[in-house]
């Protein structure tokens, strides 16, 4: 944990405050350390998006990452 917050505009149109993380990603699609925030109970354990990839075709994409309260503790 970073001791540091970020806004996060959810598609429903609200606005959260989140605590921001350093975290370790090793995915078929990115593999390293990210800037990431913490969300409590979000769909997916991992949100990827607006991260520099390159894809399986070789173009280079973005993703960006969120972790879940159960993986920061870990």
């Known amino acids: 944990m970073t001791g540091k917050d970020e806004k996060c505009f959810l ?14 990603i090793d995915t078929p699609f990115y593999k390293g350390k990210v800037t990431a925030v913490c969300m409590e109970n979000p769909l997916y354990d ?9 894809d399986k075709a ?7 990452a969120v972790m879940t309260r159960s993986q920061v503790k870990r």
Do not use: F, K, M, Y
């Open 11 to 24: 598609i429903d149109g609200t606005v959260r405050h989140t605590p921001v993380a350093e975290i370790e």
């Open 58 to 64: 070789g173009s280079e994409t973005e993703i960006q």
């Open 46 to 54: 991992v949100i990827v998006g607006n991260v520099g990839v390159i």
